[in-house]
């Protein structure tokens, strides 16, 4: 199971709560795969892609109106992750009848979600703590 500590908190509440309700659904998906169910996982894979990219373009709106100096690069960086998602998407559709498929689909969602929250999201948290301080 997935567990956001402190540690990767942006303490920017709106993306906080995304990410949380990411990792719960990544959670969801994996006691789906854990139980047996397979066959559940196209449609909650769908539902997570879903709000990974409203998360994703809620983030850059954030990152545009802050004046992040990194903006393009971290836009670039959610691009590459359309890519992952069309492959976690592929996995649960084979997820109801094949275990290679759900082994690949909880460890390419874990990663995935890491890969957001972890490495790319706390390369702006600094910059964002800054701007948020009152004058």
């Given amino acids: 199971m997935v567990e956001l500590t402190s540690s990767f908190k942006l303490d920017y509440e709106a993306l906080d709560r995304d990410h949380q309700s990411l990792a719960d659904q990544v959670n969801k998906i994996v006691k789906a795969i854990d139980n047996d169910e397979g066959d559940k996982c196209e449609d909650l894979v769908n539902d997570f892609v879903k709000a990974a990219k409203s998360h994703f373009a809620k983030e ?11 903006v393009e690069g971290h836009q670039a960086h959610h691009k590459s992750l359309n890519t992952k998602m069309d492959h976690l998407i592929e996995f649960s559709k084979m997820a109801g009848q094949n275990q290679m498929a ?5 460890k390419e969602l874990v990663y995935f979600l890491m890969d957001d929250v972890i490495t790319a999201d706390m390369d702006f948290k600094n910059f964002i703590e800054e701007k948020s301080k009152p004058e």
């Fill in 60 to 70: 850059e709106a954030l990152l545009v109106k802050v004046g992040f100096p990194n």
């Fill in 102 to 106: 759900c082994e690949s689909l909880r």
